[in-house]
């Protein structure tokens, strides 16, 4: 757990937590009083955490701008509106208010920033996985990593102003899935993502569920904003990204996903993330924690 102080109502973190927003499942998994993180005069707080393989964090929300950066290992983040995926080198923005679950797939360490709400404004106004540079990376753990002397009060206050202008305005990176308010096409999304590889067509989907093919696209395309090929291409792709960070061959990733060869696997793979899946499992750390 970690010792919060207030000096002149600014908030200095003497320790890290072990989990963001909760305590560890040891500890009776109750939710962790981040008042004072969320009041802070501060541009910017933040915390450190690791959370082992198959963890979960539930249903939660913070009343400030919140950025989850994971520099190993691999985190997904869930809304009411959809999915985000979190690889090494990224980190999801999350707007003041927005419920969220996490749920660890590869073990990880991670980052928690808490973003001052006036300054939330001038930061991307949507929910969004954006990339980290080498500078973000470095200030994200140098304000993580403050204890609470009062010399570093300067420079907190640098640092997160420094943070907010390296936030402005990021593209938002590919790694979102959508999710439908639809009950039905709800049941659909959610059978895919317990078995990615699944080959049932669009109309088998509508089969089952008693409709016409066209209503079928129709619902799902209304509910996702996209094709039913597109997100299941999308689901099947970002999935792929935790068996390609447990290590496993890329050949057995591909025909996991759904895919019939090595070949179109990476070539998809490429098309949606920009590099090969043998570039992406450079960033997989040799050991995880």
Same mark, same amino acid.
């Given at each position: 757990?970690?010792?919060?102080?207030?000096?002149?109502?600014?908030?200095?973190?003497?320790?890290?937590?072990?989990?963001?927003?909760?305590?560890?499942?040891?500890?009776?998994?109750?939710?962790?009083?981040?008042?004072?993180?969320?009041?802070?005069?501060?541009?910017?707080?933040?915390?450190?955490?690791?959370?082992?393989?198959?963890?979960?964090?539930?249903?939660?929300?913070?009343?400030?701008?919140?950025?989850?950066?994971?520099?190993?290992?691999?985190?997904?983040?869930? $809304?009411? $509106?959809?999915?985000?995926?979190?690889?090494? $080198?990224?980190?999801?923005?999350?707007?003041?208010?927005?419920?969220?679950?996490?749920?660890?797939?590869?073990?990880?360490?991670?980052?928690?920033?808490?973003?001052?709400?006036?300054?939330?404004?001038?930061?991307?106004?949507s929910d969004r996985v954006v990339q980290v540079s080498g500078l973000a990376r470095e200030i994200i753990v140098s304000l993580t990593g403050l204890d609470g002397r009062t010399e570093n009060l300067r420079r907190a206050h640098l640092l997160g102003e420094l943070l907010i202008e390296e936030l402005r305005a990021p593209p938002p990176l590919p790694f979102h899935l959508p999710w439908p308010r639809d009950a039905q096409m709800q049941a659909v999304c959610q059978a895919l993502i317990h078995d990615p590889g699944h080959d049932a067509t669009a109309e088998d989907w509508a089969?089952?569920?008693?409709?016409?093919?066209?209503?079928?696209?129709?619902?799902?395309?209304?509910?996702?904003?996209?094709?039913?090929?597109?997100?299941?291409?999308?689901?099947?792709?970002?999935?792929?990204?935790?068996?390609?960070?447990?290590?496993?061959?890329?050949?057995?990733?591909?025909?996991?996903?759904?895919?019939?060869?090595?070949?179109?696997?990476?070539?998809?793979?490429?098309?949606?993330?920009?590099?090969?899946?043998?570039?992406?499992?450079?960033?997989?750390?040799?050991?995880?924690?």
């Amino acid at each position: 757990m970690s010792i919060y102080i207030k000096i002149d109502n600014y908030l200095f973190i003497l320790d890290k937590i072990d989990h963001m927003g909760f305590f560890s499942s040891e500890d009776g998994g109750h939710a962790l009083d981040l008042s004072m993180a969320e009041t802070s005069r501060l541009p910017v707080t933040g915390v450190t955490m690791r959370y082992p393989q198959g963890h979960a964090v539930p249903m939660h929300q913070h009343c400030r701008g919140h950025l989850i950066y994971a520099d190993r290992g691999l985190l997904r983040v869930e $809304t009411e $509106t959809g999915q985000w995926l979190v690889p090494p $080198t990224s980190a999801v923005w999350l707007l003041p208010g927005v419920a969220h679950r996490l749920f660890v797939p590869v073990a990880l360490r991670a980052h928690g920033l808490f973003v001052r709400e006036d300054l939330c404004a001038t930061l991307p106004e949507s929910d969004r996985v954006v990339q980290v540079s080498g500078l973000a990376r470095e200030i994200i753990v140098s304000l993580t990593g403050l204890d609470g002397r009062t010399e570093n009060l300067r420079r907190a206050h640098l640092l997160g102003e420094l943070l907010i202008e390296e936030l402005r305005a990021p593209p938002p990176l590919p790694f979102h899935l959508p999710w439908p308010r639809d009950a039905q096409m709800q049941a659909v999304c959610q059978a895919l993502i317990h078995d990615p590889g699944h080959d049932a067509t669009a109309e088998d989907w509508a089969d089952k569920l008693a409709m016409g093919g066209k209503t079928f696209h129709r619902r799902f395309l209304k509910g996702t904003g996209m094709s039913f090929g597109r997100w299941r291409q999308q689901l099947r792709l970002m999935s792929s990204l935790t068996l390609l960070m447990q290590g496993m061959p890329i050949i057995q990733v591909a025909l996991a996903s759904g895919y019939d060869s090595h070949s179109a696997y990476t070539t998809a793979f490429g098309k949606q993330f920009g590099h090969s899946p043998s570039a992406f499992m450079k960033h997989r750390p040799a050991a995880q924690t």
